[in-house]
């Protein structure tokens, strides 16, 4: 399996990789930021239902960094994925 990449293509994929992850990072930040002002509003008033946002928007963000960091561009496992798929179709060509 060849998986030599060009100076460009590493360079085009690491800032790829870079612009995802701080995609995340920005997520994680906002999601912080505002479900602490929502607990706090609910909490002050003597509710308690800022854990629904906070339990449905941390099921997102979950997902965001699974995209990110184990399916996203350049992860070793869909590397060779990718790679068992070109070796297989060139097989068949």
Do not use: C
């Amino acid at each position: 399996m060849n998986t030599a990449y060009s100076p460009a293509q590493i360079d085009r994929l690491a800032r790829k990789r870079a612009g995802a992850k701080m995609g995340w990072f920005v997520h994680a930040f906002v999601y912080v930021g505002v479900n602490a002002a929502l607990a706090f509003a609910a909490l002050t008033h003597g509710r308690d239902w800022y854990a629904y946002p906070l339990l449905g928007w941390g099921l997102g963000l979950a997902l965001h960094g699974a995209a990110v960091w184990w399916m996203g561009p350049g992860a070793s496992w869909r590397e060779r994925m990718v790679g068992r798929e070109r070796e297989a179709l060139e097989r068949r060509h």
